[in-house]
């Protein structure tokens, strides 16, 4: 039986809680990722995606300039945008729930956590698509 721990994207790229919006853009834009868990002082408490981001940057109906925008964004911490309460699963999971509840709520990917709520991993629908390919290989 496939387990989430191995696919799973171990020891992710991570944000404190206190970093700006603006921080975990170019973090995320470095690193070519679409999420980023968040640490309170190095405990795993949170999520933000892009997504989050993108839904929290003011529209372009705003009258507001491309540097206010900015400099609201660099003042704006992680806290007022990430979700403080992500689905997790644990790295024993099997392969085939965890995508069934990727799939039943919608999601890009879960936060994966040991028995201690220590964060472990990430797994991401492109990891579920790596799994999916090399199993159907297999067959």
Known sequence: MQTVDQWMTPD?????VD???IEAMHLMKE???RR?????????CGLITDLM?????PGQSTSLDTW???????????K????????????????????????????NGLCVTDTNNNLVGLLTTTNLM?????ICKEI
């Not at 980023?36 to 795993?44: I, M, N």
């Not at 007022?80 to 919608?106: S, V």
């Not at 790596?130 to 090399?134: H, K, M, Q």
Request: contains cysteine; glycine residues 2%.
């Open 12 to 16: 992710p790229i991570t944000i404190e």
């Open 19 to 21: 970093a700006s919006i």
């Open 31 to 33: 690193h070519n990722i």
């Open 36 to 44: 980023l868990p968040v640490t309170c002082e190095g405990k795993f």
């Open 53 to 57: 981001i993108k839904s929290f940057i």
């Open 68 to 78: 206010e925008v900015h400099y609201i964004l660099a003042k704006t911490t992680i």
């Open 80 to 107: 007022d945008a990430m979700n403080p309460h992500p689905m997790t699963i644990t790295p024993d999971t099997p392969l085939c729930e965890a995508a069934r509840i990727i799939h039943d709520n919608k999601l």
């Open 130 to 134: 790596e799994a999916l390919i090399t």
